[in-house]
């Protein structure tokens, strides 16, 4: 492999990931839009609950996302790799942290 095509895959893993980044932050949003609607189509007419608003809804999904999907990130063998991991998880704490902040004052 010549140094040209090194760069180049290098710029298109960077351009990759950045498409992954938009798409990811978008799925944050239109999710709770969902559940809103679904919880509001089905769920209250059947069961007679109350409505969720937009916030309720997201504030749902981190808690959701907290029990079920956070806990299951498995252990690098690498060391470096391993440090990645564990600081992604005190960044995304601290996030869900803000978020629930956030979410909980405009409630």
């Given at each position: 492999?010549?140094?040209?095509?090194?760069?180049?895959?290098?710029?298109?893993?960077?351009?990759?990931?950045?498409?992954?980044?938009?798409?990811?932050?978008?799925?944050v949003?239109?999710?709770?839009?969902?559940?809103?609607?679904?919880w509001?189509?089905?769920?209250?007419?059947?069961?007679?609950?109350?409505?969720?608003?937009y916030?309720?809804?997201?504030?749902?999904?981190?808690?959701?996302?907290?029990?079920?999907?956070?806990?299951?990130?498995?252990?690098?063998d690498?060391?470096?790799?391993?440090?990645?991991?564990?600081?992604?998880?005190?960044?995304?704490?601290?996030?869900?942290?803000i978020?629930?902040?956030?979410?909980?004052?405009?409630?």
């Amino acid at each position: 492999m010549t140094v040209k095509e090194k760069t180049f895959n290098k710029e298109r893993d960077i351009v990759t990931l950045g498409i992954n980044m938009v798409l990811g932050i978008g799925l944050v949003f239109l999710n709770p839009l969902l559940l809103m609607f679904h919880w509001n189509w089905f769920v209250v007419p059947i069961l007679g609950l109350v409505e969720l608003t937009y916030v309720t809804a997201f504030g749902l999904m981190i808690v959701v996302w907290f029990l079920t999907k956070f806990p299951r990130q498995k252990i690098r063998d690498e060391p470096i790799e391993n440090l990645k991991l564990i600081i992604s998880r005190y960044v995304v704490l601290t996030l869900l942290l803000i978020m629930a902040l956030i979410i909980r004052g405009m409630m």
